[in-house]
C-alpha cells in the first residue's frame, strides 16, 4: 500500500520539487533498512553455521581412560620398559580419536615402532650428552605426536 503512495506522489504532476525530494529520500531510506536487515539475515545465518560447525569437544570417558592408563602401565612394568613406547601409542590414540576440533574429529596414526625408533635415538643423545638432551625429550615426543595427528577424513 505505502509503495502504490509513494509511486503516486512520484508521478503525480501536480507534485512540487519538494514532495519528489522527500519521495527520493523515502526511497533511499527504504533502501538502506532492506540492506540492513539483509545484513543482519546474513551475519545471524553465519553466526548459527559457524557455531554449530566449530563445537570442539572431547567424548571420551573417565573408565575408558583409567582403564587404557591400567593398561599401559602394565604392559611397561611386565616388559621392563620396553614396550613404554607402545603403551604411549595406545594412550595418545585413545586421546586423539576422541578428540573433535571445529567439527572435525582428529585421528592419530602413529605406531609403536616408529616412536621406538625416535625413543632409542633419544635415548641414545640423553646418555651421550650426559642428560642434558632430556630437557627437550618432552618437545621431541610432543612434536612426534603433533607430526602423526590429523584430520580424519568421512
Known sequence: MKENNIEMLRFHPKNTRLTRYKVLFLNYVKFILEEMMERTVME?????????????????????????????TLITVFSLGIL????????????INHTVIEGRRLQFNGTAIGLFGSWIKWLLLTVVTLGIYSFWLFIALEKWKVKHTTFRDY
Not at 548459527?48 to 570417558?61: C, Q
Not at 613404554?84 to 586421546?95: A, C
Open 44 to 72: 545471524h545465518n553465519i553466526n548459527v553455521t559457524a557455531s554449530y560447525e566449530n563445537r570442539s569437544y572431547f567424548d571420551g570417558g573417565l573408565f575408558q581412560y583409567i582403564g587404557w592408563r591400567i593398561l599401559g
Open 84 to 95: 613404554y613406547p607402545w603403551s604411549l601409542t595406545m594412550v595418545y590414540g585413545w586421546k
